[in-house]
């Protein structure tokens, strides 16, 4: 019993007729997401490279005000974008090329919501964590020696 794939991507605003045009569209759509990684990730455009919100200093409430926006408070939007055209990725390789559009809907919750949790975790606790040693060693005794 042969078993149609859907041959449409983007929402089904791009149409292919055939499997294998599908598979080049969407290499070529991975090439150029991997390429916009590439320049940024090369040039790091100095626009990008400072946070958006500055750490608020001076009593209980900047103190309750970092600890509730300390993801965004040392957030480079460079790393943004580097973590959003990662999920991107990710989302159309197992959407497209490991046929997940084609299987029941519980699954496909199962394996991409887990899969964008925890992506999501654990890139939030490498930015923290990062930034935290960063400080650390910018302004203690102990220096990089490694």
């Known amino acids: 019993m042969a078993h149609e794939h859907n041959l449409a991507i983007f929402r089904g605003r791009l149409k292919f007729k055939s499997n294998e045009q599908k598979i080049w569209g969407v290499l070529i759509f991975l090439s150029i997401v991997t390429a916009i990684e590439v320049v940024l990730g090369i040039y790091k455009p100095a626009a990008l490279m400072h946070p958006w919100i500055s750490p608020f200093e001076g009593g209980l409430g900047a103190t309750l005000m970092n600890i509730i926006l300390a993801p965004f408070v040392f957030l480079i939007p460079l790393n943004l974008i580097f973590l959003f055209l990662t999920i991107v990725k990710a989302y159309y390789i197992t959407w497209d090329f490991m046929h997940m ?43 990089w020696n490694f």
């Open 101 to 143: 559009r084609d299987e029941r809907s519980s699954l496909r919750k199962a394996v991409v919501w887990t899969f964008v949790f925890l992506a999501l975790y654990i890139a939030l606790i490498f930015l923290l964590e990062g930034d935290y040693i960063y400080e650390v060693y910018k302004t203690s005794i102990i220096k």
